[in-house]
């Protein structure tokens, strides 16, 4: 384990320095596409999801939303599965790096306005997710030891939050970095 992470730091170290991204600090408000992570541990996980997903419909957002899971894959129980994907280990190699040939790693390219990591997880599948899109403003808990997301949020919440909870207070704060830019 401790050698399966060392060259996975070398690999990520090595694609960080190659790795650029235009940063923008685009308000919910703003954006068009969201590229959201949340922890499916539960099949009661699911109504929580289609909210989050209803919302964004409601408005007029374009998303992904990518279910991490630990189990082995299931089918999901969406009817508009071009919204939603199930990933977990076996999307990536040994090294915790994405398959090449998976859907997802191609996913990874495009400019999506906004990602929300929406877990607490700290695994290096969701570290490489969260390190190497292309998102314009990324927010997420800041589990890392390295600062990943262009937004940081500290993890002082008295109780376990619902993945919808935590989306409605990432949407607060990134339309709050709109308004302090304007003073």
């Known amino acids: 384990m ?10 990520y170290q090595k694609k960080k320095q190659h790795f650029h991204r235009h940063i923008q600090g ?10 959201l992570v949340v922890d499916y541990k539960r099949a009661e996980d699911i109504d929580i999801f ?9 408005d007029n957002k374009d998303y992904l939303m990518l279910l991490w899971t630990e189990q082995k894959k299931q089918s999901l129980p969406f009817p508009d599965s071009h919204h939603y994907l199930l990933i ?8 915790k790096t994405p398959k090449n040939d998976h859907r997802f790693f191609s996913l990874l390219q495009k400019p999506f306005d906004l990602f929300m990591d ?9 570290l490489w ?4 899109n292309h998102a314009k403003l990324k927010i997420g808990f800041n589990k890392f030891s390295s600062p990943v997301f262009d937004v940081n949020i500290h993890d002082t ?8 909870e935590i989306f409605r207070i990432f949407v607060q704060y990134s339309n709050w970095l709109k308004v302090q830019k304007k003073l």
């Open 88 to 95: 977990g280990h076996e999307d990536f190699t040994f090294l």
């Open 26 to 35: 685009i308000p919910y408000y703003e954006a068009n596409s969201l590229l």
């Open 157 to 164: 919440f008295s109780r376990d939050l619902t993945a919808e």
């Open 129 to 132: 997710i969260a390190e190497f």
């Open 50 to 58: 289609y909210r989050i997903g209803t919302q964004l419909i409601f």
């Open 2 to 11: 401790r050698l399966q992470r060392k060259v996975f730091n070398f690999f």
């Open 118 to 126: 929406l877990t607490r997880l700290v695994e290096l599948p969701l």
